[in-house]
């Protein structure tokens, strides 16, 4: 039924898609509580030579030569990126790639934050309905359960007019992006409005570059949603870079819960028609609102909310620019100057080069970041 989202037992690299919202990937990375955290930043953080996952030392001048050789996409074995991911590169695209290139380093303290956001973002979920657990084998099933919530959630928009949680994907500058919504609903006016909930650890409003970071993320999920409600979204875009195999049979707990749903398929295939079919014949209008709401996280007081005007020549250009690093058009690059105070609080300031280079990765670096810019 319309009320229930599916919740599977399954990894978010299988699956296309984060257990975890979106919106609670990026709080651990504000200054808010940086005084409090001065000890765990000070810190001793990954060497110079640090572990790789085959437990063998990195080098970081190998590093930096493997990424003339392979681009970060091959590099790290992905076969889509995350909303979060560019989001991230907004804040600091070095910072991003260390986090690719030595993951787990999340400190616990960090690590608690997110989930407290999580269980934030669940309650709010559960206002609206129900998790249901659905096994899965594959990450075809997986991506079934996935068009499932989807093919439930749009006659539940049309219908109620409010529903969370909305999965979004489509091809960016040859990339596949991939994100969680947190709200849509109607409008008194009948607008769409798209609702992005943030949580803080402190009663404050972040500084303005954790906003201009959170109103590029709305913005891609807006530029995202309205390609898919528009049709610019295809079949053999998805299949092309998640490698799935429509054809094949899903597993039957999938198969049951569709029937459930109302729909007779045997093939993730016949669940992307309907999908697809469903995403430009529901007349889905594109995403008029964007709001984002900031709550405290021990109170859940809203703390205040703000209107992100979306520019899209603007949001293009920042997709092109970090795009272009994922593809291995260019090194990554470190924050300005004038915005080194980040550093404090990241996890990799001990072997970060573009810091200790004072803004300059390699001696080749420097005329070509000025010039992207």
């Not at 990339?175 to 849509?184: A, C, T, Y």
């Not at 490698?243 to 569709?258: D, F, N, T």
């Not at 900031?294 to 293009?316: C, D, N, P, S, W």
Request: charge should be negative.
């Amino acid at each position: 039924m319309a009320e229930t989202r599916e919740e599977e037992t399954v990894s978010a690299e299988a699956s296309g898609f984060s257990d975890l919202s979106d919106s609670e990937f990026l709080e651990f990375l504000d200054l808010e509580d940086a005084q409090e955290s001065h000890a765990l930043v000070n810190m001793p953080g990954p060497s110079s030579e640090s572990l790789g996952k085959d437990d063998k030392p990195i080098s970081l001048q190998n590093w930096k030569r493997g990424l003339d050789i392979l681009s970060p996409m091959e590099r790290f074995h992905l076969k889509y990126l995350y909303v979060t991911d560019l989001a991230t590169q907004n804040w600091c695209e070095l910072q991003t790639a260390y986090g690719k290139e030595l993951p787990g380093f999340l400190a616990p303290e960090k690590a608690a934050v997110l989930d407290t956001g999580a269980s934030i973002h669940l309650a709010r979920e559960l206002e609206l309905h129900d998790l249901v657990t659905v096994p899965v084998t594959t990450k075809e099933d997986a991506w079934a359960i996935k068009f499932l919530n989807i093919l439930l959630m749009i006659p539940t928009l049309q219908s109620e007019g409010h529903i969370r949680e909305f999965p979004v994907f489509g091809e960016v500058e040859g990339v596949l992006l991939v994100g969680v919504i947190d709200e849509l609903h109607y409008t008194a006016k009948g607008e769409l409005e798209l609702v992005e909930l943030k949580t803080r650890r402190r009663p404050v409003l972040p500084l303005e570059a954790q906003k201009k970071k959170d109103c590029f993320q709305v913005s891609l999920y807006k530029y995202i949603f309205d390609a898919m409600v528009q049709g610019k979204v295809t079949p053999a875009s998805l299949i092309h870079h998640t490698k799935l195999c429509p054809e094949k049979p899903l597993g039957l707990s999938v198969l049951r819960h569709a029937q459930k749903g109302g729909f007779s398929v045997k093939s993730l295939g016949d669940l992307m028609e309907l999908v697809f079919l469903s995403l430009t014949l529901s007349d889905l209008p594109v995403i008029d609102i964007l709001k984002i709401e900031y709550i405290h996280q021990e109170t859940a007081t809203v703390l205040g909310t703000e209107i992100v005007a979306f520019e899209e020549k603007e949001v293009r250009a920042k997709v092109q620019h970090y795009m272009a690093y994922w593809m291995g058009h260019r090194e990554p690059q470190g924050v300005d100057v004038e915005e080194a105070w980040k550093c404090r609080t990241c996890a990799y300031a001990d072997i970060c080069e573009w810091r200790k280079d004072s803004g300059v990765l390699s001696s080749t670096l420097g005329p070509q970041a000025k010039k992207a810019k």
